[in-house]
């Protein structure tokens, strides 16, 4: 009986060398294919860590050209504004001249209006037929034509509403042909320049 046991262990130990042999195939080829797959993976690594650096190496070439071109745009805009509000000043400052200068003149000019009115409102009509007082007529409107011209116009007055902003009152009255507030008399004619009083009219203002 224990001859029949060796004799099958004879018979089956090939199996198992077999089996021996199989399994150190097996786990050969399993070491080969992780090695391989290590090498691949390592390759991959490599190869996906030198894009990368192309890459951030392209990058940073092309940010530094994107950050030179936005600082000069940058200036180039600061200075274009810069321009443009001293431009915007410039001319407001001018405009103010002239507006200041052109008020100054009118004041001058205005007193020889008044005493062109005067003198003419003196003339009986006969001597409105005279040749110099025609004359002098006709100065008068050239230059009432020549102010209208450049902007100055009278403030209206007798008739009208007081206004504090276009009237000076210096006198007050009670006439119940007038209604309240109302102004009957104009002592001096005012005048705006545009939509700025040159002088106030002075007038009397009933009720």
Aim: cysteine-free; overall charge negative.
């Amino acid at each position: 009986m224990a001859k029949k046991k060796v004799e099958d262990v004879a018979e089956n130990k090939p199996d198992v060398a077999e089996a021996t042999v199989e399994e150190e195939t097996v786990a050969a080829d399993a070491t080969d294919t992780a090695d391989n797959a290590g090498e691949e993976a390592s390759v991959e690594e490599e190869t996906e860590a030198g894009a990368e650096e192309d890459a951030a190496k392209e990058e940073e070439k092309k940010d530094k050209k994107d950050i030179l071109i936005e600082e000069l745009n940058d200036k180039y805009m600061r200075t274009f504004a810069e321009f443009d509000n001293f431009r915007k000043r410039t001319e407001k400052e001018k405009a103010a001249m002239f507006e200041v200068g052109a008020k100054s003149i009118i004041e001058r000019v205005l007193p020889i209006v008044d005493s062109f009115e005067r003198g003419l409102a003196t003339l009986s009509e006969e001597e409105k037929s005279q040749p110099f007082a025609e004359g002098m007529d006709k100065v008068y409107k050239q230059m009432m034509k020549a102010l209208e011209e450049a902007g100055v116009t009278p403030i209206e007055a007798v008739g009208k509403e007081f206004d504090p902003n276009l009237h000076n009152a210096v006198m007050h009255g009670e006439d119940e042909n007038y209604g309240e507030n109302i102004i009957s008399e104009e002592f001096q004619k005012g005048y705006m320049y545009r939509e700025t009083v040159v002088r106030y009219s002075m007038v009397k203002v009933e009720n």
